[in-house]
């Protein structure tokens, strides 16, 4: 595991401001939370949005704003935490394979006895756990820092941790995307613009799909709703919101490996 | 145990570009094979081949009695790139540490020597270093394991004099421990002062392949001479070795084959104020192995 180790000691600085930068947007967002209480006309407002609109922002029917699992679904699951988590698998993804085969130091790495399918299958499990180290993060940022700001009021523990999970698999798999596109192409910019813009589209494609009325299966297409159709956090633990996307993040990942594994290093 | 390095009929093609062609390769365990040509002649694209970097559009590479992508091979290898990219962000240490690690091991009392031997800032991020002291962690990293294959790649481009006489040293003794040397270059005393014999390689193929002496008597000069005093070209034409003879601004250029004592004695009846020897482009310098045709 020395391949697997080494990417995540070389992103240890960055990996420090990542987790200070996730603990700062989870405290502040809970520090929010008193000032949203209670506030009706906050849910008026919501409630008269566009179904889209309301997609997008995480808010479903019957579980008001101004309450705690409203809120930090909107303001964490729906926004800030799950596009923290995001840019960073994207960011860990696009680097593992092209981006260190762009700067030119994966082919020296590959001089030594290693062989590529090591250095590839090494480097997705360092993202996959370092998405996952940051998911635990978060869960533990709103669970201890919580309930100073009440923010944890009708909030299921069980609906919470799955919830990280959720947040932290739609991220790996965008992470995939990017890991999957460098590992192609060899190219750090290629694995980000394919990543964003898988990003980009399912995020559009959940809010105008949720506006046009079309059946539950279609919605299925965009990845966001996997996660975002149901308030974990009001109704506890659901499958469909982490297990598609802990299917097809490997999926993604290794369809790149025998491209990978045939083509010349640029 | 045959050869350390065989290539059958290895080609490569970059679209329509062949960059390595029906390239015969032999170089025998324990010797020093130069690998030399002009830029763009296909050498590091050969290399790359034989690490497994890129893969041929044709023929066949056997390194160490395997492949350059067999793990057991490639660990009995060292590598020096000719343009070393090392990540940013390891220091000195960090390579070592974990190359080392990579390869199941390493000498250490050796790599101890070595990087007090080239004087190295061990903890200093490689991103921080001049391109000199870059090039220094990736000699080390290439000989730290003692490896039995070296594979150099204009090694001693961006050392000072003094670093490349260090070098120089250090490729000979670990030649005479055992080493087979493979070394690229488009400079002739870098290969002149490690190799034994020499490949010559144009355009991807392989032109021809000598002995350093031989090497030596066929390669061409190129020499001006600014000459005090009434002279003409004629007089230099037709001496032995003498390709051609010229003027060019106000001074005499000659390009001698072998041998320059005749142009040397014809010219030393002159008073002759300053001699150059211009930096030799190697298809000029070895155009009499150009000329003997390619191979069919």
Redesign the interface.
Known sequence: MTVFLKFLEDRRRSSLWWGLGIMAAVVFTLAFYPSVKGQDDLDQVLEDLPAGVQAVFGFEEGIPISSAPGYLQLRLFASVGIILLLILAVAAGASAVGGSEEDGSLELLLANPVTRRRVFFERYLAVAASVAAFSALMFAGVVTAGPAFDALEGVRIDGLAVACLGCGLIALLHGSVAFAAGAWTGRRSTALAVASAVAVAGYLAQGVLSAADVPEAVRFVSPWHWFLRDNMLAHGPNVASWLPALIASPVVAVAAWPRFRDRDLR | MTAAIQTRGLTKDFGALRAVDRLDLEVARGEVFGFLGPNGAGKTTTI?ML?????PTAGTATVLDGSG?D??V??R?G?L?G???????YSAAEVVG??G????GYDAKFTQELLERFDLDLARPSGELSTGNRRKIGIV?AFMHRPELLILDEPTSGLDPLLQNEFIALVREEVARGATVFLSSHLMPEVEALAGRVGVVRRGRLVAVASVPELRRRARHRLQFLIEGPWSPAEFQGIPGVISAAERDGALEVVVEGSVDGVLKAVARHPVLRVTTPGDDLTDMFMSFYQEGPPP
């Open positions: 790359r690490l497994d970097f890129v893969r992508a793990p057991s490639r660990r290898i590598y790139p343009e070393l990219k090392l990540d940013r962000r974990y190359f690690r990579l390869r199941g990293q």
